[in-house]
C-alpha cells in the first residue's frame, strides 16, 4: 500500500496567513486604483476549453506548446487550467456577446498555471492581475493603462525597481511581412534548428498560407 503524498505539488504552495495578507493587500490596492480608472472586476473560471487558449495565443507559442495543465473531462472534451486571463475575459465577452455594447473596461485577479520548470521567482501555480480595455482602438487607451499600472506599482512602492519598456505587434501588414521575412531567414538555417523549431517553422509556414488564401478570395 502506497503512503499518500502530503507534499503540495512541485511549483505550488501554500499561503498561511501572514503571506495570505500580503496577497490580499496587493488585491485590495488593485481594486482600488482600477477603479479610479473606471475598471470593474470579473471573475472568470480557472479552467476552459483549450481550444480558447490555442486561438488566443497562437498554436506556436510556448505557452501553448509547453506550459499548459491540459486534462480531458468525463466527455472527452479537452480542457486546460488557464495560463493567463486575457483569453478567459474574451471569452467571456463573445459568450455573452457583450462586443456589441463595448467599450469596457475589466479588472481580473486570481491563479493562474503554467507547466514549466520551477525556479526562483516562477511557480506553476502564480497569482495575477491585470485590466482589459476593450472595444476602444485608442492609443490613450493604453496610455491609461500605463499610467494605471505606475499609479498601481507607486501604491506598492515598488515603481522604483521597475522599468517600463513599450513594445508593439504592428498593424496587420506589417506582422504579414515581418512573418514572411521571417520564414525566409529560418529557412536559410533549416539544417541548424532543433526539432521544437522546425515544428513551429512548419506552423508559421502553414498558417501564412492561410492568411495568404484568404487574402487572395477577398481580391
Same mark, same amino acid.
Given at each position: 500500500? /502506497?503512503?499518500?503524498?502530503?507534499?503540495? +505539488?512541485?511549483? $505550488? *504552495?501554500? =499561503?498561511?496567513p501572514e503571506e495570505r495578507l500580503k496577497h %490580499?493587500? @496587493?488585491?485590495?490596492?488593485?481594486? +482600488?486604483? /482600477?477603479?479610479?480608472?473606471?475598471?470593474?472586476?470579473?471573475? /472568470?473560471?480557472?479552467?476552459?476549453?483549450?481550444?480558447? +487558449? @490555442? *486561438? $488566443?495565443?497562437?498554436?506556436t507559442s510556448d505557452v501553448v506548446n509547453k506550459e499548459m495543465f491540459t486534462f480531458n473531462d468525463r466527455h472527452?472534451?479537452? =480542457? &486546460? %487550467?488557464?495560463?493567463?486571463? $486575457? &483569453?478567459?475575459?474574451m471569452r467571456a465577452v463573445l459568450s455573452h456577446k457583450l462586443q456589441h455594447t463595448a467599450p469596457h473596461k475589466y479588472l481580473y485577479i486570481g491563479p493562474m498555471f503554467r507547466y514549466e520548470?520551477?525556479?526562483?521567482?516562477? $511557480?506553476?501555480?502564480? *497569482?495575477?492581475?491585470?485590466v482589459e480595455h476593450i472595444g476602444e482602438a485608442n492609443p490613450l487607451s493604453d496610455?491609461?493603462?500605463? &499610467?494605471?499600472g505606475h499609479r498601481f506599482l507607486e501604491s506598492l512602492k515598488i515603481d522604483g525597481d521597475v522599468t517600463l519598456?513599450?513594445? !508593439?505587434?504592428?498593424? !496587420?501588414?506589417?506582422?504579414?511581412?515581418?512573418?514572411?521575412? =521571417?520564414?525566409?531567414?529560418?529557412?536559410?538555417?533549416?539544417?541548424?534548428l532543433s526539432e521544437d523549431s522546425l515544428k513551429r517553422l512548419e506552423k508559421i509556414r502553414y498558417a501564412f498560407l492561410i492568411l495568404k488564401i484568404r487574402r487572395i478570395k477577398k481580391l
Open positions: 500500500m /502506497t503512503m499518500m503524498k502530503i507534499k503540495p +505539488f512541485r511549483g $505550488t *504552495h501554500d =499561503l498561511f %490580499l493587500n @496587493v488585491e485590495q490596492y488593485a481594486r +482600488f486604483i /482600477t477603479s479610479l480608472y473606471g475598471f470593474k472586476e470579473i471573475a /472568470t473560471p480557472i479552467f476552459e476549453y483549450l481550444d480558447v +487558449f @490555442v *486561438h $488566443t495565443l497562437g498554436d472527452d472534451d479537452m =480542457l &486546460a %487550467l488557464r495560463p493567463e486571463g $486575457t &483569453a478567459g475575459v520548470r520551477p525556479q526562483a521567482g516562477r $511557480t506553476r501555480q502564480f *497569482h495575477q492581475v491585470g496610455a491609461e493603462i500605463i &499610467a494605471c519598456e513599450i513594445n !508593439t505587434l504592428g498593424d !496587420t501588414d506589417s506582422r504579414n511581412k515581418y512573418r514572411e521575412a =521571417l520564414i525566409s531567414f529560418l529557412e536559410k538555417y533549416k539544417n541548424d
